[in-house]
């Protein structure tokens, strides 16, 4: 099976901090994703990677960045955290093309800043 | 640029009871389809894929659902409901031409009620 490796579940962070939040897939996948849920809003794409050090901006890119070093693992980073980004935060992967390809999911970062 | 709607926000229905969820999508080609459900807590799964071919989908858990390009749909169906399906269902459609962007609707929360 399919597994996509989110480390921290729940993080409770202060404003201003640099958080890290760190993604890893065991599929090979060329395609990573980082996907912010509110609710109300559904899921909003905010980067999506496609091959190492390749990356995209999605629709909600603002007050983020990502890094991909290696295939394997994606990191979404928030260089200094703001209150309106405590959500919930998901990795994905899948082969490509994403357009036909089941995206995989991991469990969720559950993020507050205070 | 593609959308997805999903009119219903919350749908609760008896146990045994058949369910129906809506999802109407906005795209210029023949478009990627998916249903994808979430426990509480965890990541998203897949239910079914819609790409090509038989429009009635059928996907894991005993749900199917229907592609109907009139009407810009792909509504969800099961015909009676377990206590265990409680969850939020999330619509997406995936760009075609092997594009990257998979974007989801705002989700439908459902209630069981025993």
């Known amino acids: 099976d399919v597994k996509v490796t989110q480390s921290s579940r729940y993080l409770v962070k202060r404003t201003g901090e640099k958080v890290f939040l760190e993604c890893v897939q065991d599929?090979?996948?060329?395609?990573m994703f980082w996907y912010r849920q509110d609710p109300g809003l559904g899921l909003r794409l905010i980067y999506f990677?496609?091959?190492?050090?390749?990356?995209e901006k999605g629709d909600i890119p603002e007050g983020y960045s990502v890094s991909r070093e290696k295939k394997e693992r994606f990191s979404l980073i928030l260089e200094s955290a703001s209150t309106n980004q405590t959500s919930m935060y998901l990795c994905a992967s899948t082969t490509a093309p994403t357009g036909r390809n089941t995206i995989y999911f991991g469990e969720g970062s559950w993020l507050t800043v205070v | 640029a593609q959308s997805v709607t999903q009119p219903d926000i919350h749908i609760t229905v008896s146990e045994g009871a058949s369910l129906e969820l809506r999802c109407n999508y906005s795209?210029?080609?023949?478009?990627?389809l998916f249903w994808y459900v979430q426990s509480p807590g965890q990541g998203l799964q897949l239910l079914l894929k819609y790409f090509s071919g038989d429009t009635l989908v059928q996907g894991i858990k005993g749900f199917e659902a229907e592609f109907k390009r009139s009407q810009s749909s792909f509504n969800l169906r099961k015909p009676s409901v377990h206590w265990s399906d409680a969850a939020e269902y999330f619509c997406a459609v995936g760009e075609a031409g092997g594009g990257n962007k998979l974007t989801f609707g705002t989700g439908t929360q459902l209630k069981v009620e025993l």
């Open positions: 599929m090979d996948h060329e395609n």
């Open positions: 795209y210029g080609a023949t478009p990627y």
């Open positions: 990677s496609y091959d190492v050090k390749m990356k």
